[in-house]
Protein backbone atom coordinates (compact mmCIF):
# COMPACT_ATOMS: atom_id res chain seq x y z
CA UNK A 1 0.00 0.00 0.00
CA UNK A 2 0.84 3.84 -0.55
CA UNK A 3 -0.14 5.64 2.64
CA UNK A 4 0.04 9.19 3.20
CA UNK A 5 -0.36 10.80 6.68
CA UNK A 6 -0.37 14.26 8.34
CA UNK A 7 0.94 15.57 5.07
CA UNK A 8 1.73 19.07 4.04
CA UNK A 9 3.51 20.76 1.25
CA UNK A 10 3.61 23.56 0.13
CA UNK A 11 -0.71 24.12 -0.80
CA UNK A 12 -1.28 20.18 -0.61
CA UNK A 13 -3.33 19.14 2.56
CA UNK A 14 -3.72 15.44 3.51
CA UNK A 15 -4.86 13.79 6.33
CA UNK A 16 -4.92 10.13 5.05
CA UNK A 17 -5.19 8.46 2.26
CA UNK A 18 -4.61 4.68 1.17
CA UNK A 19 -3.77 3.71 -2.35
CA UNK A 20 -3.86 -0.03 -3.52
CA UNK A 21 -2.26 -1.52 -6.16
CA UNK A 22 -3.50 -0.85 -9.68
CA UNK A 23 -3.85 2.31 -11.36
CA UNK A 24 -4.41 5.64 -9.68
CA UNK A 25 -5.78 8.77 -11.88
CA UNK A 26 -5.64 11.92 -10.49
CA UNK A 27 -8.05 14.96 -11.73
CA UNK A 28 -9.07 17.93 -10.65
CA UNK A 29 -9.02 21.97 -11.72
CA UNK A 30 -5.90 23.74 -12.61
CA UNK A 31 -3.78 24.57 -9.74
CA UNK A 32 -5.42 22.24 -7.60
CA UNK A 33 -2.18 20.40 -6.83
CA UNK A 34 -2.45 17.43 -8.80
CA UNK A 35 1.32 17.99 -10.31
CA UNK A 36 2.44 18.34 -6.41
CA UNK A 37 0.91 15.52 -5.28
CA UNK A 38 2.63 13.56 -7.94
CA UNK A 39 5.93 14.84 -7.30
CA UNK A 40 5.42 14.15 -3.62
CA UNK A 41 4.73 10.45 -3.92
CA UNK A 42 7.99 10.49 -7.05
CA UNK A 43 10.34 11.41 -4.17
CA UNK A 44 11.43 15.19 -6.60
CA UNK A 45 9.85 16.85 -3.27
CA UNK A 46 10.21 15.76 0.40
CA UNK A 47 6.97 16.82 2.58
CA UNK A 48 7.07 19.20 5.15
CA UNK A 49 5.19 17.74 7.43
CA UNK A 50 3.95 13.98 7.48
CA UNK A 51 5.06 11.05 5.75
CA UNK A 52 4.78 9.39 2.26
CA UNK A 53 5.01 5.47 2.63
CA UNK A 54 5.22 3.06 -0.37
CA UNK A 55 5.53 -0.22 0.71
CA UNK A 56 6.73 0.70 4.12
CA UNK A 57 9.34 2.75 2.64
CA UNK A 58 9.65 6.49 1.77
CA UNK A 59 9.48 7.09 -1.89
CA UNK A 60 13.20 8.10 -2.00
CA UNK A 61 13.59 4.40 -0.80
CA UNK A 62 12.24 3.19 -3.54
CA UNK A 63 12.55 2.43 -7.45
CA UNK A 64 10.66 5.37 -9.11
CA UNK A 65 9.62 6.17 -13.04
CA UNK A 66 8.83 9.41 -13.65
CA UNK A 67 7.28 10.92 -16.82
CA UNK A 68 6.88 14.66 -16.63
CA UNK A 69 4.37 16.68 -18.49
CA UNK A 70 6.83 18.41 -20.47
CA UNK A 71 8.98 15.23 -22.09
CA UNK A 72 12.09 17.44 -22.63
CA UNK A 73 12.43 17.60 -18.81
CA UNK A 74 12.74 14.20 -18.72
CA UNK A 75 15.29 13.94 -21.06
CA UNK A 76 19.48 13.16 -20.31
CA UNK A 77 20.91 12.22 -23.69
CA UNK A 78 21.23 12.83 -26.91
CA UNK A 79 20.78 9.77 -28.99
CA UNK A 80 17.45 7.62 -28.21
CA UNK A 81 19.64 3.87 -27.39
CA UNK A 82 20.87 6.26 -24.54
CA UNK A 83 18.56 7.68 -22.94
CA UNK A 84 16.03 4.52 -22.61
CA UNK A 85 19.21 2.65 -20.85
CA UNK A 86 20.47 5.51 -18.52
CA UNK A 87 18.69 4.26 -15.82
CA UNK A 88 20.37 0.41 -15.86
CA UNK A 89 23.97 2.66 -16.32
CA UNK A 90 23.53 4.38 -13.62
CA UNK A 91 22.33 1.19 -11.57
CA UNK A 92 25.94 -0.44 -13.06
CA UNK A 93 23.63 -2.98 -14.78
CA UNK A 94 25.78 -5.02 -17.15
CA UNK A 95 25.87 -4.08 -20.90
CA UNK A 96 25.15 -7.22 -22.67
CA UNK A 97 21.88 -6.88 -20.07
CA UNK A 98 21.27 -3.53 -20.48
CA UNK A 99 20.92 -3.85 -24.47
CA UNK A 100 18.73 -6.74 -24.18
CA UNK A 101 16.45 -4.53 -21.90
CA UNK A 102 16.49 -1.93 -23.90
CA UNK A 103 16.10 -3.45 -27.21
CA UNK A 104 12.26 -5.42 -25.42
CA UNK A 105 10.87 -2.62 -23.98
CA UNK A 106 11.11 -0.54 -27.57
CA UNK A 107 10.09 -3.63 -29.15
CA UNK A 108 7.09 -4.06 -26.66
CA UNK A 109 6.36 -0.03 -27.10
CA UNK A 110 6.67 0.05 -30.98
CA UNK A 111 9.43 2.28 -30.95
CA UNK A 112 12.29 0.04 -32.36
CA UNK A 113 12.95 2.58 -35.31
CA UNK A 114 13.60 5.46 -32.92
CA UNK A 115 16.85 3.90 -31.25
CA UNK A 116 19.37 5.07 -33.96
CA UNK A 117 17.76 8.74 -33.65
CA UNK A 118 18.53 11.33 -31.77
CA UNK A 119 16.16 13.45 -29.92
CA UNK A 120 16.09 16.74 -30.91
CA UNK A 121 14.49 14.73 -34.43
CA UNK A 122 11.37 13.16 -32.10
CA UNK A 123 7.83 14.52 -32.12
CA UNK A 124 7.00 15.35 -28.73
CA UNK A 125 4.32 12.09 -28.69
CA UNK A 126 7.61 10.22 -29.65
CA UNK A 127 9.54 12.01 -27.04
CA UNK A 128 6.60 10.84 -24.65
CA UNK A 129 7.43 7.30 -25.46
CA UNK A 130 11.10 7.69 -24.91
CA UNK A 131 10.78 9.15 -21.35
CA UNK A 132 7.88 6.36 -20.68
CA UNK A 133 10.20 3.40 -21.93
CA UNK A 134 13.31 5.04 -20.15
CA UNK A 135 10.63 4.93 -16.81
CA UNK A 136 9.96 1.21 -17.87
CA UNK A 137 13.11 -0.79 -18.45
CA UNK A 138 14.31 -0.14 -14.75
CA UNK A 139 11.33 -2.21 -13.94
CA UNK A 140 10.19 0.28 -11.53
CA UNK A 141 7.52 -0.25 -7.63
CA UNK A 142 6.05 3.22 -8.60
CA UNK A 143 5.45 4.63 -12.38
CA UNK A 144 4.36 8.04 -11.83
CA UNK A 145 2.90 9.83 -15.38
CA UNK A 146 2.25 13.71 -15.26
CA UNK A 147 -0.19 13.71 -18.17
CA UNK A 148 1.99 11.91 -20.42
CA UNK A 149 -1.54 10.83 -22.64
CA UNK A 150 -1.83 14.90 -24.13
CA UNK A 151 0.82 14.74 -26.26
CA UNK A 152 -0.76 10.52 -27.39
CA UNK A 153 -3.66 10.48 -29.29
CA UNK A 154 -6.51 7.93 -28.20
CA UNK A 155 -5.21 4.66 -29.88
CA UNK A 156 -1.96 5.13 -28.59
CA UNK A 157 -2.97 6.15 -25.12
CA UNK A 158 -4.60 2.60 -25.01
CA UNK A 159 -1.78 0.26 -26.15
CA UNK A 160 0.59 2.18 -23.67
CA UNK A 161 -2.22 1.72 -20.76
CA UNK A 162 -1.93 -2.28 -21.45
CA UNK A 163 1.41 -2.46 -21.59
CA UNK A 164 1.51 -0.44 -18.00
CA UNK A 165 -0.87 -3.46 -16.89
CA UNK A 166 0.89 -6.22 -18.19
CA UNK A 167 4.01 -4.57 -17.10
CA UNK A 168 4.43 -5.53 -13.54
CA UNK A 169 4.30 -2.69 -11.95
CA UNK A 170 2.49 -2.78 -8.88
CA UNK A 171 1.58 1.17 -8.58
CA UNK A 172 1.05 3.49 -11.34
CA UNK A 173 -0.32 7.16 -10.26
CA UNK A 174 -1.06 9.41 -13.25
CA UNK A 175 -2.22 12.92 -13.83
CA UNK A 176 -4.74 13.73 -16.47
CA UNK A 177 -6.68 15.96 -18.09
CA UNK A 178 -8.57 13.53 -20.14
CA UNK A 179 -11.46 12.12 -18.38
CA UNK A 180 -11.78 9.43 -20.56
CA UNK A 181 -8.22 7.71 -19.19
CA UNK A 182 -9.15 8.57 -15.79
CA UNK A 183 -12.12 6.52 -16.31
CA UNK A 184 -9.68 3.24 -17.25
CA UNK A 185 -8.61 3.50 -13.89
CA UNK A 186 -8.63 1.27 -10.52
CA UNK A 187 -8.55 4.24 -8.09
CA UNK A 188 -10.14 7.88 -8.99
CA UNK A 189 -8.89 11.01 -6.61
CA UNK A 190 -10.11 14.19 -7.12
CA UNK A 191 -8.54 17.23 -6.33
CA UNK A 192 -8.84 20.68 -5.15
CA UNK A 193 -7.22 23.13 -3.74
CA UNK A 194 -5.00 20.47 -2.44
CA UNK A 195 -6.81 18.62 -0.74
CA UNK A 196 -8.52 15.20 -1.77
CA UNK A 197 -11.81 15.51 -2.02
CA UNK A 198 -13.36 12.68 -3.44
CA UNK A 199 -11.62 9.17 -4.01
CA UNK A 200 -12.80 5.63 -4.88
CA UNK A 201 -13.75 3.51 -8.09
CA UNK A 202 -13.88 5.76 -11.04
CA UNK A 203 -17.92 4.42 -11.31
CA UNK A 204 -18.68 5.70 -7.65
CA UNK A 205 -16.88 9.00 -7.76
CA UNK A 206 -17.85 10.29 -11.87
CA UNK A 207 -21.66 9.90 -10.10
CA UNK A 208 -20.91 12.35 -8.04
CA UNK A 209 -19.43 14.83 -11.21
CA UNK A 210 -21.94 14.43 -13.70
CA UNK A 211 -23.04 18.08 -13.73
CA UNK A 212 -19.73 19.21 -14.19
CA UNK A 213 -16.96 19.35 -16.79
CA UNK A 214 -15.23 16.10 -15.39
CA UNK A 215 -17.58 13.51 -16.66
CA UNK A 216 -16.88 11.59 -18.52
CA UNK A 217 -18.05 12.55 -22.43
CA UNK A 218 -18.64 9.04 -23.87
CA UNK A 219 -20.42 8.28 -20.22
CA UNK A 220 -22.84 11.44 -20.97
CA UNK A 221 -24.24 9.18 -23.48
CA UNK A 222 -25.45 6.59 -20.89
CA UNK A 223 -27.31 8.56 -18.92
Request: aromatic residues 4%.
Amino acid sequence: MIELAGLSYRMIRIDSLTIPPGITSVIGPNGSGKTTLLRLCSGIAVPENGMIHIDGKTPRETDVGWVNEFPDKNILFSRVSDEIASALRFSHVPCDETDRAVKTIARQMNITHLLDRTIKELSGGEKVLVALASALVQHPKILVLDEYDSHLDETRCLQIEELIRTSGVPYVIRCTQQMETASRGDLLLVMEDGKVTLSGNPARVFASLVQTPFYPMSWRCRI
